[in-house]
């Protein structure tokens, strides 16, 4: 199983900026896939998932209105755009996926998810 993430880079605050990860080797029964990310010095935290069923959304509130979450799951894709950037959304972005989990509000531990990617970079100049 091999979760790929591409797209992140330096962006000014306020800027935009999209991430994309793709789940190969993997079957989905059910589950989703989603997002944390872990600034220097920091705990990790939950950015944002997917429910495969139903394409439901969760976000953790220090993005909800900026980002947003989609997915393809015939393609095991998610896509995390991210608008109104600010410094302290720099970080690592690791993708996840649970392959029959059932995602929800509370899938917010790392422990919900049984795959992760290796992260990518994103940094928010002021």
């Known amino acids: 199983v091999q979760l790929q993430a591409s797209g992140g880079g330096l962006v000014q605050a306020g800027g935009s900026l999209g991430l994309s990860c793709a789940a190969s080797?993997?079957?989905?029964?059910?589950?989703?896939m989603g997002w944390f990310r872990q600034a220097p010095g920091k705990d990790r935290e939950f950015v944002g998932s997917i429910r495969w069923n139903g394409l439901t959304t969760y976000y953790a509130d220090s993005v909800k209105g900026r980002f947003t979450i989609s997915g393809d799951k015939a393609k095991n894709t998610v896509f995390l755009q991210m608008n109104s950037l600010k410094p302290e959304d720099t970080a690592v972005y690791y993708c996840?996926?649970?392959?029959?989990?059932?995602?929800?509000?509370?899938?917010?531990?790392?422990?919900?998810?049984?795959?992760w990617g290796l992260g990518t970079q994103v940094t928010v100049s002021s």
């Open positions: 080797g993997l079957t989905f029964s059910s589950g989703g």
């Open positions: 996840v996926a649970a392959s029959r989990r059932w995602i929800t509000s509370a899938s917010q531990m790392g422990s919900s998810y049984d795959y």
